[in-house]
């Protein structure tokens, strides 16, 4: 009998279960979608914070120094390139570093151009400087990371299985570790992109095809990289583990459910991105707008939740598993 009511709690994590499961929390409790669409409100209607100043000057030196270097074959290229940094810097908003990664709260329009409003041509407040960008940047940053800890600590209180309240104290603990991780994670990107970044150079001097295929490679193997750790916020919100073993258990987690786990993260991004093609459709200076961010927000949110959720039961599941295991190895000994 007791082995019965063990079996009968020691299930793996299921795909639709746990998306069924995330997006009823998040509909249970709607205020979480707040996060999202408080951020994206901001980003829609509210100032820009721009570079345009800051940058100009400074890139225009850059091409000219290049168009002179250059032969004439390259002029055309550079020329387009120059009009094509010019739009990005007319319609960029570094507001949009509030959507920190991988702890943030989630926004539809932080990728996106920012255009006017329905209210109108927005407020443009000009950052005099690189220096005063590169000190705004990290500045948002790291609110936004603090944004984002509050958001993931709210919906991690309810995908637990219990009411849990909240403590103040653990939202500090927890800020203090996605920060950390956050900018471990920003220092190993670097430290990668760095020597990638001259391999594929030096690989498209040679042979420009060959330079594809090796960006090809090399992006599939970031995502290989970075893959067993996509549940470390999860150990610290959820678990409140610190940072090293939340890796470890991310690390732990991917390798003992992998082809489920990887289908699970798959579905996740295809669900998010393809429907951010829905909510993006009516044009940003129309009220339509409105129903892409909230709707994104519950997505969203749901989405947050439902992985929340499959950790929950995975790890569960993974540690139940592992003490059976090692009860059956010291039983045959």
Same mark, same amino acid.
């Given at each position: 009998?007791?082995?019965?009511?063990?079996?009968?709690?020691?299930?793996?994590?299921?795909? %639709?279960?746990? $998306?069924?499961?995330?997006?009823?929390? &998040?509909?249970?409790?709607?205020? !979480?979608?707040?996060?999202? #669409? @408080? =951020?994206?409100?901001?980003?829609?209607?509210?100032?820009?914070?721009?570079?345009?100043?800051?940058?100009?000057?400074?890139?225009?030196?850059?091409?000219?120094?290049?168009?002179?270097?250059?032969?004439?074959?390259?002029?055309?290229?550079?020329?387009?390139?120059?009009?094509?940094?010019?739009?990005?810097?007319?319609?960029?908003?570094?507001?949009?570093?509030?959507?920190?990664?991988?702890?943030?709260?989630?926004?539809?329009?932080?990728?996106?151009?920012?255009?006017?409003?329905?209210?109108?041509?927005?407020? %443009?407040?000009? $950052?005099?400087?690189?220096?005063?960008? &590169?000190?705004?940047?990290?500045? !948002?940053?790291?609110?936004? #990371? @603090? =944004?984002?800890?509050?958001?993931?600590?709210?919906?991690?209180?309810?995908?637990?299985?219990?009411?849990?309240?909240?403590?103040?104290?653990?939202?500090?603990?927890?800020?203090?570790?996605?920060?950390?991780?956050?900018?471990?994670?920003?220092?190993?990107?670097?430290?990668?992109?760095?020597?990638?970044?001259?391999?594929?150079?030096?690989?498209?001097?040679?042979?420009?095809?060959?330079?594809?295929?090796?960006?090809?490679?090399?992006?599939?193997?970031?995502?290989?990289?970075?893959?067993?750790?996509?549940? %470390?916020?999860?150990?610290?919100?959820?678990?409140?583990?610190?940072?090293?073993?939340?890796? !470890?258990?991310?690390?732990?987690?991917?390798?003992?459910?992998?082809?489920?786990?990887?289908?699970?993260?798959?579905?996740?991004?295809?669900?998010?991105?393809?429907?951010?093609?829905?909510?993006?459709?009516?044009?940003?200076?129309?009220?339509?707008?409105?129903?892409?961010?909230?709707?994104?927000?519950?997505?969203?949110?749901?989405?947050?939740?439902?992985?929340?959720?499959?950790?929950?039961?995975?790890?569960?599941?993974?540690?139940?598993?592992?003490?059976?295991?090692?009860?059956?190895?010291?039983?045959?000994?």
């Amino acid at each position: 009998m007791e082995q019965k009511t063990e079996t009968a709690t020691a299930q793996p994590p299921r795909l %639709v279960s746990s $998306l069924g499961a995330g997006f009823n929390t &998040v509909a249970n409790s709607l205020y !979480l979608i707040l996060f999202p #669409v @408080i =951020l994206d409100l901001f980003l829609w209607v509210g100032p820009r914070l721009s570079l345009k100043q800051a940058m100009e000057t400074l890139l225009s030196n850059t091409f000219v120094t290049l168009q002179e270097m250059g032969s004439p074959e390259m002029l055309e290229i550079l020329t387009t390139t120059e009009k094509t940094w010019q739009t990005i810097l007319q319609y960029f908003n570094l507001f949009s570093s509030l959507r920190s990664f991988p702890i943030g709260v989630g926004s539809l329009l932080a990728g996106q151009p920012a255009g006017d409003s329905p209210l109108g041509a927005r407020a %443009v407040i000009e $950052l005099p400087s690189l220096s005063a960008a &590169v000190g705004w940047w990290a500045a !948002l940053a790291v609110v936004g #990371v @603090i =944004l984002g800890s509050v958001y993931f600590s709210e919906v991690a209180r309810f995908c637990t299985g219990e009411q849990t309240p909240f403590s103040f104290k653990n939202l500090q603990w927890q800020t203090f570790h996605s920060l950390a991780f956050s900018i471990g994670l920003v220092v190993l990107i670097v430290l990668v992109s760095f020597p990638v970044s001259i391999m594929v150079s030096i690989i498209g001097m040679i042979n420009a095809t060959f330079a594809q295929i090796a960006i090809f490679a090399i992006i599939f193997f970031v995502l290989w990289l970075l893959l067993p750790l996509f549940f %470390v916020p999860h150990g610290i919100f959820l678990r409140k583990l610190n940072i090293l073993k939340s890796i !470890l258990n991310s690390v732990r987690l991917v390798r003992f459910v992998l082809p489920s786990t990887s289908l699970f993260i798959l579905v996740i991004v295809l669900l998010s991105q393809g429907m951010n093609l829905i909510w993006l459709i009516p044009p940003v200076d129309s009220w339509m707008t409105l129903v892409g961010i909230l709707g994104h927000a519950f997505v969203t949110t749901g989405l947050l939740a439902a992985s929340y959720i499959y950790y929950r039961d995975g790890s569960q599941w993974m540690e139940e598993s592992i003490q059976r295991l090692m009860q059956q190895r010291s039983q045959k000994a």
